[in-house]
């Protein structure tokens, strides 16, 4: 018996456990099986998506049923069982004669029963039921209220079913995106959106002017929205100019550089401008620095030397914040933050740094 198979259809042993309960083992149908499951298609009657935090997505059949037939990739039996820990969502069939299948998911494996399958297939299936449930979130009508947060500024506004479904449309025009390359933070102030559909609480996270996530489980969706709706929500939560004598003002920050001092970074020099993920990223740190816990004098652990100095340039103005394990001090005032220099240094790590400006 073969343990790998092709097949021109895709992953035709899965669908054929999918649709009527096949054996689990991989063999490859022969042409009558090949045609009793598309003839067998049509008995799947519902299908959705459960999340590991209990929430249930219906998902529409009739794209989930077209698409099981264009499924492609190899797929393998594996020894290794999908770690629950590993399992993004659940998806649940229902069919005509069949009782329901349980399909527990990940991004390199999948989990049928007690047997797990892996390859190209498998992260196949996990890109297109993750493209299904991106169809499906804002496919309600209506909903009853959103309360809008802009996190950076520690503003909020509810707002009722109207404007609440004014925004909502910006998201049901939005086209679903596979996960960036590379993380995007949250641009400032960090709009969040908390709609209340009648039957639950959806968050979406404003990440730039065209790109919003939701927040799904273990899973983050993406999408790609019109930049009407960041101008509608400045109409509604405006930009506020930040503090000059506070963290805050970092966010207007138009370049970075991090001058290492001890051995453990490496220089980096970034214009804010020459990518939107540098500038969420240099939005993030100053997050970091805000949540720091304002200090009566120099810490005892500030004797020694700083990890390295972050240089901000904001306008005409040079801002140097040097760094420490727990602390940072800024303008002549100092601050705790438990791990600060680490995760500062994580941030920077999460994108290639541009080459160096001589």
Not at 141 to 156: H, M, P, R, T
Not at 244 to 269: Q, Y
Not at 312 to 339: C, I, M, N, P
């Amino acid at each position: 018996m073969e343990k790998l198979w092709r097949i021109r259809l895709g992953l035709m042993c899965l669908v054929c456990l999918i649709l009527y309960g096949c054996s689990a083992n991989p063999q490859k149908p022969n042409a009558a099986e090949r045609n009793l499951i598309v003839q067998n298609v049509d008995s799947v009657e519902k299908v959705s998506v459960l999340t590991t935090e209990g929430q249930d997505i219906p998902l529409d059949v009739k794209d989930f049923s077209r698409g099981l037939l264009e499924l492609e990739g190899e797929v393998v039996t594996t020894d290794q069982p999908l770690p629950v820990k590993d399992v993004k969502f659940s998806l649940i069939v229902y069919r005509a004669v069949e009782a329901p299948l349980i399909i527990d998911v990940g991004e390199n494996v999948c989990r049928i029963g007690e047997a797990s399958y892996s390859g190209p297939g498998a992260r196949n299936f996990y890109s297109w039921v993750r493209e299904l449930i991106g169809a499906a979130l804002f496919q309600q009508d209506q909903v009853e209220s959103v309360d809008i947060v802009a996190s950076d500024l520690n503003i909020s506004q509810f707002s009722q079913k109207q404007e609440a479904n004014e925004l909502w449309e910006f998201l049901r025009s939005g086209e679903y995106r596979e996960k960036p390359g590379n993380r995007q933070f949250p641009l400032y102030p960090y709009y969040r959106l908390k709609f209340d559909t009648g039957k639950s609480i959806m968050e979406v996270t404003v990440l730039t002017p065209a790109l919003v996530s939701v927040k799904m489980g273990k899973e983050i969706i993406y999408y790609h929205v019109s930049g009407q709706m960041f101008a509608w929500l400045t109409g509604k939560l405006p930009l506020q100019p930040p503090d000059e004598e506070t963290i805050h003002m970092l966010f207007k920050a138009s370049g970075v550089k991090l001058l290492p001092v001890g051995r453990t970074a490496e220089a980096v020099d970034w214009k804010v401008a020459d990518s939107i993920v540098q500038q969420g990223i240099v939005h993030q740190v100053v997050r970091v620095l805000q949540h720091g816990t304002a200090l009566p004098g120099k810490p005892a652990q500030a004797a020694n030397r700083a990890e390295y100095v972050l240089r901000f340039t904001v306008g005409e103005k040079v801002t140097d914040v040097a760094v420490y394990e727990h602390a940072f001090s800024l303008g002549g005032s100092w601050y705790e933050r438990q791990d600060a220099g680490r995760d500062i240094l994580a941030l920077f790590g999460t994108f290639e740094q541009p080459k160096k400006s001589s």
